[in-house]
């Protein structure tokens, strides 16, 4: 649905040449939802820009939704949609007439029926809020409603800028729900950015880090997280006569060899160890300990966050980048 090869774009002012982007290659498969990290001034708005039509690049090529990016602008924007961060509606304008704008200017066939069909889906036509002006809405309906202005011609692609940015947690779980039911309902391919790590774990099949301009990372959530940081098991001991310490040596010295385990450290009197694939390696462990006379009070496993996986690729934390 997206194929880029060395997107570029540099920005000229009194201060000289900024490389905004230095030659971005990424790929996004059809009926993906994929989420676009990075730290403030890493390139990421200026990618989406690009990829949106609302920036020309000054290097490189892009096919996008089928149409290429530079030859073919405007076929672009006929088959992608776009929800901008602070959202496109008039806040004096009611919700409907809104919709029916946005239908005619796509040319859709029968914009009363699809503007029904979406009221419904996104949970706009109860309480008269199609006939609100946006102005009057919270901010999960004005966030809904700018989801249906988005998808009124049945894009292919959706564009979302940083979805959830201010909702409650149920509005954004709720629209958690409308995102994953566009993929797996429509087959609709989403390409997102957002702030929220926890966001991007729970919804997003692929992620893509964008670090100074260039792609530093990127698979799925699970992948990420293997790839960096491993997992971390922790053994807690039974004391059986010896001292604990001697225990986890004990312990430490019957793993030492286990092609799972990259690191292992004992810390007060339990081990620490950091693992490739925990969940396949756990019956593994336990049988080389139990071999070794080793038994177990309790046995703990924690995968890294995509903080962690983002901290170790760019050097900063996304947390504190937000």
């Known amino acids: 649905m997206i194929e880029a090869r060395g997107l570029a774009r540099t920005f000229t002012g009194r201060r000289g040449t900024v490389e905004a982007v230095r030659g971005v290659d990424l790929s996004v498969a059809s009926g993906d939802v994929v989420g676009f990290l990075g730290p403030n001034g890493a390139g990421k708005t200026t990618t989406l820009r690009m990829l949106t039509t609302l920036l020309a690049p000054t290097a490189g090529t892009a096919t996008v939704a089928g149409r290429d990016l530079r030859s ?21 304008v009611p919700a409907a007439e809104e919709l029916e704008l946005q239908a005619r200017l796509y040319g859709v066939a029968d914009p009363a029926a699809r503007i029904g069909e ?18 009057a809405m919270s901010g999960g309906q004005r966030r809904r409603l700018d989801l249906a202005l988005g998808l009124v011609h049945r894009p292919r692609l959706l564009f979302l800028d940083e979805p ?73 001991l039974a004391a059986s006569g010896e001292p604990l310490d001697q225990i986890a040596g004990k312990a430490r010295a019957a793993l030492a060899d286990h092609p799972s385990v990259r690191e292992a450290t004992v810390l007060d009197g339990a081990l620490r160890l950091t693992v490739d694939d925990g ?18 009070a309790a046995l703990r496993m924690a995968r890294p966050t995509l903080d962690d996986v983002f901290l170790t ?10």
């Open 164 to 236: 959830t940015t201010g909702l409650d947690p149920q509005s954004r779980g709720n629209l958690w729900e409308h995102i994953r039911g566009m993929r797996d309902r429509d087959g609709t391919t989403v390409f997102l950015t957002t702030h929220y790590l926890d966001e991007a774990d729970a919804l997003c099949d692929r992620i893509l880090i964008i670090d100074r301009g260039r792609i530093v990372a990127e698979g799925s959530p699970a992948e990420l997280k293997r790839r960096v940081s491993g997992d971390v098991v922790t053994l807690e």
């Open 72 to 92: 073919d602008p405007a076929g672009v924007r006929r088959r992608i949609g776009y929800v901008a961060q602070g959202g496109g509606t008039d806040p004096s």
């Open 118 to 135: 979406l009221a419904r889906r996104l949970e706009l036509d109860g309480e008269g809020l199609l006939a609100r002006p946006s102005a």
């Open 313 to 322: 690729v760019t050097g900063r934390s996304l947390r504190d980048a937000a």
């Open 279 to 296: 969940e396949r390696a756990l019956m593994g462990l336990v049988r080389a300990l139990d071999g070794a006379g080793v038994e177990l």
